[in-house]
């Protein structure tokens, strides 16, 4: 599970003892129950107990099945992601106590990721030659994963390949859907790479409430507003799971290979699946792990097994590639590196994220411009006292004002952004 | 989870129960820990304790988190298929302390299939106006489920399909193989339907120490024996999972509807699937499950969905469609029915089965006739006594007898079909 891949109960990290420990359970009582030999049955106990003391000086805690070790190594690759501290950070939760939002530094260190700081956006800037985009300057993609390796490659002129995606859960996107989109666009203009994009629909159908026909139909028009990012034509690939699982075998090969190298108690303490999960959940990690590698794509890369990935997201969803991390040496592919962005803040205040499900705390691309007016002055969490007199004597509060939080993205590139998707004509999809 | 997919806790099966109990418990826990009102945690506690009231009223036993209920309720369509009496029955493991092989009668009952008695015999020789094939009449085939539909399908001009399936895991089929491949065949010639066979590459791959090629190319190996057995080559579709799921978006939209409706839980409970295993194991089921569709086979149905499937198998391989049958109705899919076969027993005797993993144990349809003479001669176990004295005057005891449990499977068809697979070139598939 960790990063060096090194053998051995010496190096093995908390989830390792604790998989060796339930498989261990599982054998003395399946011993138990076929009445095996006493001895044998007594070298299994042995075991188990020598587990269990290892487990306890590693983790400080007593081995308990069915409840894998919580973080208590954060800077291994490969802990369970949520409720450490008061933040709430996974692929489907994002809250905080905080009007400030998320601490995104204690994230990094809970994450096991690294800070992007000063001396990679100087390093960017010259080995690209490009003025950094300011999404990079600003801290708003503020986290990474073997940039530096990518950089290297890309000095060497060795390929990369860029891989983003969206959960299609709605008719229309977001405006915080859109900042690893134009942030990818970006990367694509400067490093002139292709680009996959994957569209989940599979996903939402089956986490929400929804028909596999609305999933797609979503995948479609979301896949609308993606194209009007405007990424280069002739390198960029769009997909839905749902019909390129059935047009790949290259794909469906390595969603198999995924999922033959990652156990249940392994993506319980990832995702924390629990046994009431359907089966569909508790698989679909190695569906958005796939596109990592590069042989998901014959038709781009001729069959190659070593084109690195680099994928930017929004920093939920990295216990999605911290799995695929872990798994790709495994399979003989190389490990994608990533660019974490911060979440938009809803409008109702950074403690959560835009929500496409709550229509009140997001402002939509199909939103006209008089609903994006009216749902500021409505929703849009103000840092202002609450009497203009007050206000006038003692100012607002930038730290926590919505808007103002809004523009440090941005809002002039967003705004046109929206009219340019809903005024060019697109063709169906 | 029963076959009338009745509501309401009165009609609840154990494993529903286990369900919801699983559910209520993650749900207490999860107030817990957001500290939420007292009131709302005691109305949680007291669902909780009232659920369990009912669990040992209906189970008898008391329930235990991460234990699902053993298959108390034998006439249920959902049990676990295991570990009861002497029989271990399930995909991967069949043995029996007895030297006359599993008691099929004791599995009729505890899997809650039907016997083929003589009343359902001559309905298929009445209803086809073909004497029926001697795996029927010999009780080869012993076991089924809903084929009284079948034959009021065929008898109002409806359609239906066949599907039958082989995970391959060796180079050669052995004989054992050839049973359900055989009776298909003479159900497609009486019937004059499509017949859909699965090849389990992807199964393999993730069971087995094999690499995704060396399954793929067993497939392929695999697919040349099936085609021998001479069935009709405009009604026949021979797919490997590996490439099928590439190639058809509708199997694997069908895949994604079935994992969507199956729980770990429940899984566990049919398989016997443990915290340890890898996700590709707890999820494969629904692969399995999935040509039981019409609609997977959009090529061959035209996207109806309506036209039932009947599955001639080994037994070992109900489990598969327990699940299968439970799920249909819930989107919107006719149940499949299936004829169930004995096992082909090895040739150390009736306690367990061929397997193509011990080649002693197995005849394959690559050995040549020396080597199954050689292999009968030696390791055949047979029904005589211990010296020729002794044999001559009390007799063999053909119960026991490996070589004549053979006969009744009808020998001369099996060794005349491995001749003509060998011998008749066969282009690659």
Redesign the interface.
Known sequence: MTDCQEEGPGNATPMELF?KL??QG?KVRALK?EKADKADIDAAVQLLLKLKVDYKTLTGQDYK??CPPSNSTPTQDNGPSV?EGEDMVDPWNVSTSSAKGVDYDKLIVRFGSSKIDQELVDRIERVTGQKPHQFLRRGIFFSHRDMHQILDAYENKKSFYLYTGRGPSSEAMHVGHLIPFIFTKWLQDVFDIPLVIQLTD?EK??WKDLS?EECHRYAVENAKDIIACGFDVNKTFIFSD??Y?????????NV??V???????Q??GIFG????????K??F??IQAAPSFSTSFPQIFNGRKDVQCLIPCAIDQDPYFRMTRDVAPRIGYPKPALLHSTFFPALQGAQTKMSASDPNSSIFLTDTAKQIKNKINKHAFSGGKDTIEEHRKYGGNAEVDVSFMYLTFSWKMMSSLRRSVRTTPVEPF
Do not use: W
């Not at 999922?259 to 108690?265: D, R, S």
């Not at 699946?273 to 569909?280: E, H, Q, V």
């Open positions: 998989e339930t498989a599982d129950t099945a069915g409720t599979d159908y089956l596999l749902l019909d699982m059935g047009m790949s075998p290259g794909f469906y090969r198999v290979k999922q033959k190298h990652v156990t249940f108690n993506v319980k699946f629990t046994d009431s999960d359907c089966i569909g508790i698989s990690p190695a």
